[in-house]
């Protein structure tokens, strides 16, 4: 499957930064080469943006349900009604893409796998859907309210493989006191869900991939339940929480309702591996490859 790398964005501003160690020495991003690194992306991002602005077509939606993002940034920008400069509305539909892409994608990716070394769970996950939509021919969002297994599925990809494992950084407002630690001002501090959504205080064998459990719990993707944090918590918790989730939902009922699934050369699933590759967004190590085979809805 392939997703999109934001030209290395992701990889190169998350994971372990030796400036983290070091806070006081400006220049350690120029001696690790990381500076030149972001400038670059950056200079070629800044590119793509301006083109995608000076490209966009002016005012065209009839309606304001039928406008884009960009077309409201623009109209807001035009109207004068804000004070929003064109570097605003690039860093907002910056914003958009990088927080939309890899996420979205990772998660469908890692549902898939899940799917694949759990055959009773994509067993029963396309007879939910292929129950319910009997043999419709398109499927749109919609159709997708009441498949709750399918709902469960994403959930519990989401506390396996949340694409970014140690959310965004923080940084401390005031010097406090925790676990015994001081934690002086400014501190960078990093909040590692990957452990959270792990930790068997809160879940029972965690390391296994139950969509069940979440049948009966209450645990929502909103941030208020501390112990389930696939979209953060507070006020910087990912703005698009429900969009993320239908990113994942749509493309994988597709998936699972028109194909059957395995690993080539009849190889059982549990031999695929997960292996995981750090960074900001976590990722597959290896290509996930399989084999599809259309379902035939005449013969059932
Ligand atoms: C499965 C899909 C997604 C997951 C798991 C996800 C997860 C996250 C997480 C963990 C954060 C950091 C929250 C924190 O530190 O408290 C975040 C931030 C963000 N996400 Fe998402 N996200 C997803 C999809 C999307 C989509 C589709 C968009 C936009 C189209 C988006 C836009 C953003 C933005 C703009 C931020 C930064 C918010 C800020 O800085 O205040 N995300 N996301």
Same mark, same amino acid.
């Given at each position: ?29 120029? *001696?690790? +080469? #990381?500076?030149?690194?972001? @400038? &670059?992306?950056?200079?070629? !991002? =800044?590119?793509?943006?301006?083109? %995608? ?79 319910? *939509?009997? +043999? #419709?021919?398109?499927?749109? @969002? &919609?159709?997708?309210?009441? !498949? =709750?297994?399918?709902?469960?599925? %994403? ?146």
């Amino acid at each position: 499957m392939a997703y999109t790398t934001n030209f290395g964005t992701i990889s190169v501003s998350g994971g372990f930064d030796v400036a983290d160690v070091f806070p006081s020495k400006k220049i350690i991003h120029t *001696l690790t +080469g #990381k500076r030149p690194k972001l @400038e &670059s992306i950056h200079k070629r !991002l =800044d590119k793509i943006l301006s083109d %995608v602005i000076t490209e966009h077509p002016g005012q065209h939606a009839n309606t304001s349900d039928q406008e884009s993002l960009l077309d409201v940034l623009l109209r807001l920008q035009a109207s004068g009604e804000f004070k929003l400069s064109t570097k605003n509305v690039k860093a907002v539909t910056l914003d958009m893409f990088g927080g939309g892409t890899d996420t979205s994608s990772a998660t469908l990716e890692w549902a898939i796998s899940e799917l694949i070394k759990n055959p009773r769970v994509l067993k029963k996950a396309q007879a939910e859907l292929r129950d319910a *939509l009997k +043999g #419709k021919e398109r499927i749109v @969002e &919609s159709d997708l309210h009441d !498949l =709750d297994y399918l709902k469960l599925i %994403v959930r519990e990809t989401l506390r396996m493989h949340l694409p970014l494992p140690l959310l965004f950084p923080r940084e401390c407002r005031e010097a406090c006191k925790i676990g015994g630690y001081d934690i002086p001002l400014k501190t960078k501090l990093l909040v590692n869900g990957w452990a959270i959504n792990r930790d068997p205080a809160y879940w029972k064998d965690p390391d296994s991939f139950i969509p069940e459990r979440f049948s009966d719990n209450p645990t929502n993707v909103l941030g208020t339940e501390f112990e389930y944090l696939p979209f953060g918590a507070g006020r910087r918790m990912c703005p698009a929480a429900v969009l993320g989730i239908a990113n994942v939902e749509v493309p994988l009922a597709h998936m699972l309702y028109y194909f059957d699934w395995e690993l080539p050369n009849n190889k059982p699933g549990d031999e695929l591996d997960m292996d995981e590759v750090f960074g900001a967004s976590v990722q597959r190590k290896n290509e996930l490859y399989l084999v599809m085979k259309p379902y035939n809805f005449g013969k059932n």
